[in-house]
């Protein structure tokens, strides 16, 4: 059970946290509605009507989605190498900039085509 408890104890401040700041939000924030801050946000942008159907989004949206996708994939696989470093030696090391590098790659390839670009 000692070795659960540093993750029990994060786990009970993190809540405890999320707890407090919904809990005490509505006593702290200001008070001043206006039809402004009743309408519907889109970047400042007044809203544009929608087609029936929702309408179609950009491609734009979903690669970059995908892009974020991969590099959340990337740090998943470099947690646990970080964790038995030790353990791997050279070898774990050398597949881990290999890795490294060929993710670079592909993020200097999407660099180049402007692909992280929002206009």
Known sequence: MELYAPILVLAVLGAGFAVFSVSIAPFTGPKRWNRAKLDAYECGIDPTPQPI????????????????????????????????????????????????????????YVWRRRGLDWD
């Open 53 to 108: 159907g929702g309408g179609r989004f950009p491609l734009k949206y979903m690669i970059t989605a995908m892009l974020f996708i991969v590099f959340d994939i990337e740090i998943i696989f470099l947690y646990p190498w970080a964790v038995a470093f030790d353990k791997l030696g050279v070898f774990g090391l050398v597949e881990m900039v290999l890795f490294i590098v060929t993710v670079l790659v592909a993020y200097a």
